[in-house]
């Protein structure tokens, strides 16, 4: 079992920025790809970005493309969500999550979740 936990989110104006955290134990984390996703109240659960598990391959949604940026500190068991010109369609609950093998989009591809973290932009 891998555990996750996010932290850092909060209530921030819009154009402002947050970085979100999620530490992971209980398994080895690096050959991990490492997924970000987020649900907003009365939406479907949505992909937001995706880094591999070497940290070399990244991948977002279109919507917070240019303004999202996903990393990992292997050494630290965590991979870091930064988000810049937040806008208040981007309030949701944020989870973090982990598979093997490449990164993937879907949420049915990933074994591992944290509880979320949520995140409010005000206008």
């Known amino acids: 079992q891998m555990q996750l936990v996010e932290s850092g989110g909060g209530l921030v104006q819009a154009g402002g920025s947050l970085r979100l955290s999620c530490a992971a134990s209980?398994?080895?984390?690096?050959?991990?790809?490492m997924g970000w996703f987020r649900q907003a109240p009365g939406k479907e659960r949505e992909f937001v970005g995706a880094?591999?598990?070497?940290?070399?391959?990244?991948r977002y949604a279109d919507s917070v493309k240019g303004r999202f940026t996903i990393s990992r500190d292997n050494a630290k068991n965590t991979v870091y969500l930064q988000m810049n010109n937040l806008k208040p369609e981007d309030t949701a609950v944020y989870y973090c999550?982990?598979?093997?093998?490449?990164?993937?989009?879907?949420?049915?591809?990933?074994?591992?979740w944290g509880q979320g973290t949520h995140v409010t932009v005000s206008s």
């Open positions: 999550a982990a598979r093997p093998g490449v990164i993937a989009a879907q949420y049915e591809q990933y074994d591992y």
């Open positions: 209980g398994r080895t984390f690096s050959p991990y790809a």
């Open positions: 880094i591999s598990w070497r940290g070399g391959s990244t």
